[in-house]
T-cell receptor, first 111, second 111 residues
Framework: NAGVTQTPKFQVLKTGQSMTLQCAQD?????MYWYRQDPGMGLRLIYY???????DKGEVPNGYNVSRLNKREFSLRLESAAPSQTSVYFC??????????FGPGTRLTVL | GQQLNQSPQSMFIQEGEDVSMNCTSS?????WLWYKQDPGEGPVLLIA?????ELTSNGRLTAQFGITRKDSFLNISASIPSDVGIYFC???????????FGQGTRLTINP
């Protein structure tokens, strides 16, 4: 089992560019999540998906969109990147609504 | 929104010392989780707690679910260099999809 995988590991964008962060899990989990982590801010929830076909906003959804492509995959899209979106992005999944397992993260810099 | 206060924010200890950290909230939680994050990695689940008063160990780590259900504690005994990292608490209100994370405790160990 690979657990939760994320691609890419690193990305540098210019302001206004778009990109999609990919996440996949092989644990047959129902729920998936996207977080961002900034220094001194802990982990903040961007979007989550309780099941295939459903998505809901978290604490900081502005500037992002998500797609729950199937049970395994949950992608995060930045349509027009801004420097404030420079961060480390983590995907997570859980079977029930409790123990979440995290991927290794994507380090994004927006110039 | 719900917030978790995690303390201390950072700790500098000598190898072999015991470590204690805690999280408190104004809300009642039904689940408490403790995670560890190594540099450049995603958080890894250490201990999950589901019942008030519950005391659970994982090797040298011991965590407790506070009786009031508003707090949780993590202790590390006889610290070793690989304990270095950031420790996060996370709580979940019953029926809520989302976890609330603390700000983290950064542990540094002097050999």
């Amino acid at each position: 089992n690979a657990g939760v995988t994320q691609t890419p590991k690193f990305q540098v964008l210019k302001t206004g560019q778009s990109m999609t962060l990919q996440c996949a899990q092989d644990m047959n989990h129902n729920s998936m999540y996207w977080y961002r982590q900034d220094p001194g801010m802990g982990l903040r929830l961007i979007y989550y998906s309780a099941s295939e076909g459903t998505t809901d906003k978290g604490e900081v959804p502005n500037g992002y969109n998500v797609s729950r492509l199937n049970k395994r995959e949950f992608s995060l899209r930045l349509e027009s990147a801004a420097p404030s979106q420079t961060s480390v992005y983590f995907c997570a999944s859980s079977l029930e609504d409790n123990e979440q397992f995290f991927g290794p993260g994507t380090r994004l810099t927006v110039l | 929104g719900q917030q978790l206060n995690q303390s201390p924010q950072s700790m500098f200890i000598q190898e072999g010392e015991d470590v204690s950290m805690n999280c408190t909230s104004s809300s009642i939680f039904n689940t408490w989780l403790w995670y560890k994050q190594d540099p450049g990695e995603g958080p890894v689940l250490l201990i999950a707690l589901y019942k008030a008063g519950e005391l659970t160990s994982n090797g040298r780590l011991t965590a407790q679910f506070g009786i009031t259900r508003k707090d949780s504690f993590l202790n590390i005994s006889a610290s070793i260099p690989s304990d270095v990292g950031i420790y996060f608490c996370a709580g979940q209100v019953q029926g809520a999809q989302k976890l609330v994370f603390g700000q983290g405790t950064r542990l540094t160990i002097n050999p």
